[in-house]
């Protein structure tokens, strides 16, 4: 596993990576309050699968700056720059909560930049309920000022969904996540071309229930992937 950082958009990002260069591109994103190490074993089981994978601290966590803006968008655009550096096209994107958030984003602005979505427990708006603006009081502190602005309503949001082309793996971690099942199952019938996987676990399914989080996504993978 190589570590680095990289100069994206004035900030600087961390990055861990590995698998052969050739290989099929794969990106990874954590949630917020986590880092790039929470994939550490879940890339190491893409790699004999014929992946290579970057997996990035997305910016005011872990190795990368805190900033003065955590824009939804800003963080779209950290990982179209990485994409960018990483020369990563075609990718298979996998993403935990706010951090599915991101790689839908990416996949909606530039659709050839992803392959196929794998969205665990992503922090999908409600549609109707929001909450009051308090971005004055949040912009330095990172997590809660992310949170705040995917837990205002955004019907925009949702009727955008139907214009995603990817195919798309939904991952909920049932009952007990805070994501609501029903949420996740509203998204999924909403994205053009995707299934719902169920792991009644919790909010962090990859890191609560690893094998069965790789089996689900091992599933949704092309069949022409190679598999050893």
């Keep these: 596993m190589a570590r680095g950082t990289l100069q994206i958009n004035g900030v600087r990002l961390g990055y861990r990576t590995v698998g052969d260069p050739s290989g099929v591109p794969a990106l990874l994103v954590h949630g917020t309050g986590s880092s790039a190490g929470t994939w550490d ?3 190491a089981r893409l790699v004999p699968l014929g992946y290579r994978v970057v997996a990035v601290d997305l910016r005011g966590h872990a190795t990368s700056d805190r900033t003065g803006s955590y824009a939804l968008s800003a963080l779209r655009d950290d990982l179209l720059g990485v994409m960018d550096a ?9 993403g935990h909560s706010v951090g599915a958030y991101a ?3 990416v996949a909606q602005h530039s659709p050839d930049r992803v392959s ?6 992503i922090a999908a708006p409600p549609r109707r309920v929001g909450l009051p603006r308090m971005d004055r009081f949040l ?4 997590v809660p000022a992310i949170l705040l602005q995917v837990a205002r ?3 925009q949001w949702w009727s955008r969904l139907a214009l995603v082309t990817q195919p798309a793996l939904v991952v909920s971690g049932g009952l007990t996540s805070c994501i609501p099942p029903r949420r996740l199952a509203a998204v999924t019938a909403a994205l053009p071309n995707a299934r719902l996987a169920t792991i009644p676990v919790g909010h ?7 094998d069965a989080f790789f089996t689900a ?7 022409s992937a190679p598999v050893v």
């Design 41 to 43: 074993r879940f890339a």
């Design 86 to 94: 990483f020369s990563l096209a075609g990718a298979l994107a996998v």
């Design 103 to 105: 790689c839908l984003a």
């Design 116 to 121: 196929r979505l794998v969205l665990e427990d």
């Design 139 to 142: 912009a330095g502190r990172p």
């Design 153 to 155: 309503a955004d019907p």
């Design 204 to 210: 962090r399914v990859h890191s609560l229930a690893p």
């Design 217 to 223: 996504v091992a599933a949704f993978l092309p069949a």
